[in-house]
DNA sequence: TACTAATGTTAGCTAGGGTTAAATTTAAAA
DNA sequence: TTTTAAATTTAACCCTAGCTAACATTAGTA
């Protein structure tokens, strides 16, 4: 029995790469396109509009890769663009953004809990944002609630 | 003062954005290449060997794909292939994969502690482990361990 | 208002990773 | 051993996202 425990587990491992990386997430819409929408929407809140120069700066990419990839968030419905004029965000891509916004948070939150240093926390959680269950989400944020509790008690 | 510590803070969302997206991680590898040596070090470990046919279920692609990625890896001396004979992997190869598959029990490990149920916890450990500083990772390690111990204590 | 600088966009190309269809090689069965 | 089936590889293609160079538009200054 304790034997059969431990071969399943061993193929679970093999399982459980071939689920992660089978999901059909139908998001409509790429980790990119989810970056570029963070950064347009930290913009926008931090000085009213977002240019295709601040874009590239913030994403470190050529400014007609800003162009192109804004033209394509026009057409998926996430913003409205109007050439040479500017950006602005759709409900659709507000709440993606939002969603971006608070996972960004809640992971740095959680990572400088347990000690990892401000940049690095934030780097880190850029990268770790596009891939997290709602289930690890919420669970992550019971934690760290969890864990301020106790340290203010 | 404190206006000045909360626009600086502001501004700091955005430039740790755009941190995260300058990264010259210059690892000679990309991340596909770390999932493909990923499962073909766990499928030699379970059955002495990897195909073709083996290693497109697990990674939920086609088999072409896995040939010219095979071929890619052999290039970068990852493994050694021999065309219609097999796969071995190199200790270049194998330090990458072993470092994958211990960061990915260190991350199933923690988010099963936080109540993250086996399939989503591997599946989302499958996401995140291209994306851990070092330093995260130490943290993150330092912190299952004193947990571990509290719950044994 | 006319001219120049800055900003934004289009065109054309590249690389990574994926696909299907067709060809090759290996393995298994008659 | 010949034939057929399964596995693997090659060829030719697609898509995303990036880039540089060239062009267009807007804004700012003389």
Redesign the pocket.
């Known amino acids: 029995m304790v034997l059969g425990y431990t071969m399943a587990k061993k193929a679970d491992r093999l399982e459980a790469i071939r689920e992660a990386h089978s999901l059909e997430t139908e998001t409509a819409h ?4 989810e970056d570029y929408l963070e950064v347009i929407y930290e913009l926008i809140k931090k000085k009213g509009y977002a ?3 601040d874009i590239s700066k913030y ?14 968030l026009d057409e998926s419905g996430h913003l409205n ?1 109007e ?3 500017g950006i602005v965000l759709t409900e659709k891509g507000t709440s993606v953004a939002e969603g971006m916004h608070e996972k960004h948070n809640l992971l740095v939150e959680f990572l400088k809990m347990i000690g990892v240093k401000d940049d690095i926390a934030n780097i880190d959680a850029e990268g770790i944002e596009h891939h997290l269950h709602p289930e690890t989400l919420k669970k992550l944020e019971d934690f760290v609630k969890a864990a301020k509790k106790n340290i203010s008690r």
Chains 1, 2 share one sequence.
Not at 30 to 33: A, G, I, L, Q
Not at 59 to 72: A, E, G, H, I
């Open positions: 790429t980790d990119r396109m240019t295709t120069i994403l470190n990419v050529s400014s007609p890769s800003v162009t192109k990839m804004v033209q394509k663009y050439k040479y004029r």
